[in-house]
């Protein structure tokens, strides 16, 4: 979810990594896995042994003819509006069609081609910026790519490295990676499901400029459904939890 890493997910500099390096391409992962699906997560920040909800994550993916859409909306404590975050990419090889992002401190529109345009507005300055990048082909959109992560073929010792295309006037703009620095199995204990086995997937990208930020994930071993994932960026500590009905 890109707009987790807008409002506080930084980055980790890393070595070049004699691995995989993950790119868009047909079967890239199992086609079982894009499915239509809805869930929400309770989005906590976490400081000693407190636990504070700060808001909600809602995220939906549609399966539209050879597309698919994957639509995230965050509803934070407070705010008068929700952030949305809205992307389009190619069933067939999950290469980015569009991304929109909308939200209280700026918009944002990217169309994805021959070359990468569209639009960025910033809502505190009032100043909007054109985009227009010629970007050679081989790249996810930065917003998509937690999402892949969960149909990625994981396994114990998998690692890779994902090239992902990501515009923040604040940070890098451009090609990016996103690295899976480990995988490791797991358990996570459903209120609903009882005891499901996990992969525990450790990740960082390199969108934004501090050197501490990582993800890891706690990903159903049988479903990919996410169940939980824990963000350290900037000396925040923050976790999200699957709400079950």
């Not at 069933?91 to 980015?96: A, E, G, I």
Request: glycine fraction near 6%; charge should be positive.
């Amino acid at each position: 979810m890109k707009i987790i890493c807008f409002l506080f997910l930084s980055t980790i500099s890393l070595r070049c990594w004699s691995q995989e390096i993950i790119v868009p391409k047909k079967n890239v992962v199992a086609q079982k896995w894009i499915k239509e699906q809805s869930y929400q997560m309770s989005w906590a920040m976490l400081r000693d042994t407190m636990s504070m909800t700060i808001g909600l994550v809602n995220t939906k993916v549609q399966v539209l003819g050879d597309k698919v859409q994957v639509i995230t909306e965050v509803k934070m404590k407070g705010s008068p509006a929700p952030w949305i975050d809205s992307t389009i990419v190619r069933k067939t090889d999950l290469s980015p069609v569009y991304h929109a992002s909308y939200n209280i401190q700026r918009d944002m529109a990217l169309h994805f081609g021959a070359s990468v345009k569209g639009f960025y507005r910033d809502k505190q300055t009032n100043k909007t910026t054109n985009i227009a990048q010629q970007i050679p082909s081989g790249y996810f959109d930065s917003n998509f790519y937690p999402m892949l992560i969960n149909w990625l073929p994981l396994k114990v010792g998998y690692t890779a490295d994902i090239d992902i295309y990501d515009y923040n006037p604040k940070g890098k703009m451009g090609v990016v990676k996103a690295h899976i620095l480990s995988v490791n199995e797991g358990k996570y204990l459903s209120k609903k499901s009882g005891e499901r086995k996990v992969w525990i997937v450790e990740a960082a990208d390199e969108i934004g400029a501090a050197t501490d930020g990582k993800s890891v994930y706690q990903i159903d071993q049988l479903t990919r459904q996410l169940w939980k994932q824990r963000i350290t960026a900037g000396g925040r500590v923050m976790e999200m939890t699957a709400v079950e009905d």
